[in-house]
């Protein structure tokens, strides 16, 4: 899930100011989880950008903004009203906002797409509505087989790939003494899983090639490949 948090409202209102007829699109996906851009949020947007002397052009909320499959057969029959609005507003992660300006651009329209939305992260949800946390920051070269199934390069303040550094305390991380330390985690459950002789080898430094941006995976004969 991305995880999203709403921007302050003085901010959406800023980006907006240009602009009168607003249209608001949420994402009824990982926007809905963080409870920033579900179909309720977008509602209590619209109302309060009325309230504020916008006019509400249509309000969509797509079930994964971010996926223009999911996306398109929403927004496409909206053309019209996309066509009507001095701008877009998305509730959702850059991603929705970015597939919402290319579905424009594919309606053959120039729209302002703006968010409402900050997004923090690919999180994880521990315990569904109370806690999501960032987990894996999707590295592209995976060293959970070694650690347990705990991941260092997020869990780990200095993401160590050989651990730990010394400055734990009572379990804690140094950097952070409300977060347990990765590395003993990770000791252990290679303890109980009788893997700790995984801790002998030298972990080899990764390879950030793997991180380079933009990172796109092309769909082959039915699969995803990089
Ligand atoms: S090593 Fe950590 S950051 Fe990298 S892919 Fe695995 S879980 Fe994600
Ligand atoms: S105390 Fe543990 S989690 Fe914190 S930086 Fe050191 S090894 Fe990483």
Known sequence: MIGT???PL???LAAL????KVAVVGCDGCAKICQTGGVD??????????AHGKEIVFEATPERTCNVAKSDPILKPLTDKIQEADALLVLGCGG???ITRYLTEQYGLTKPVKVGLNSVGHLDTVVPGAVAMEECS???ECVLNDTGGICPVTRCAKSLLNGPCGGAEGGKCEVDHNRDCAWILIYERLKALG???KLKRFMEPKDFSKM????TLYIKEGRVAS
């Open 17 to 20: 100011a240009p602009y009168r």
């Open 195 to 197: 893997e700790t002789d």
């Open 10 to 12: 003085e901010e959406v």
């Open 41 to 50: 949020e977008v509602a209590q947007l619209a109302r309060t950008l009325e």
């Open 212 to 215: 380079a941006k933009p990172r």
């Open 96 to 98: 929705a906002v970015q």
């Open 138 to 140: 999707d590295c592209g």
């Open 5 to 7: 948090t709403k921007k």
